[in-house]
């Protein structure tokens, strides 16, 4: 079991997800500000836990999503380079640039998340979080990513408001 897990650590970041030796239920994360805010996410079960996707009825450019699983997620060292297009003069030129983690604390566990796309004409910044193993108050745990489309003070926020559902 120990070896399996220490292959898994190494080859995390060529392959999406290692299973867990875990096969109990995971926590679910919630964001009650936003269900306060923006109403009810939906929700979808997956094969391996559930996504709940949060989005602003009055900009559809803003949205937040959690990732709960059994699995670990993949993961980098390094935040990959932000990518996109920026207005020079009349024309939008493709660029990239480099960055470093930003940090955020989730449920008393620090989390380390990064930009992935700049903003465009039609689309908010986009961000994303590492994989990260979360455990609730009650002691059980999971694997959760989260994802957001907004600003980055947003995406600050909306992690500082997660909470485990009782």
Known sequence: ???????????????????????????KLTSP????SWGAPTSQTTANG????????SNSKESFKIHGSR?????SYYPPDITGHKKVGDRWKKISKSQTWT?????NTK??????????EDSAAKFRSRGEQIKSPSGSAG???FSGTGTKNQMQRWLSELRFAN
């Open 103 to 107: 940090q955020s604390k989730v449920a």
């Open 71 to 75: 699995n670990m997620f993949g993961f």
């Open 33 to 36: 500000a936003r269900s306060a």
């Open 50 to 57: 559930y996504t709940l996707t949060y989005t602003n009825p």
């Open 111 to 120: 989390i380390y998340w990064y930009q992935t796309h700049f903003p465009y």
């Open 143 to 145: 694997h959760f990513q």
């Open 1 to 27: 079991m120990k070896l399996s897990l220490i292959l898994c650590a190494l080859v995390v970041p060529f392959f999406s997800q290692c299973s867990s030796p875990s096969s109990t239920a995971i926590p």
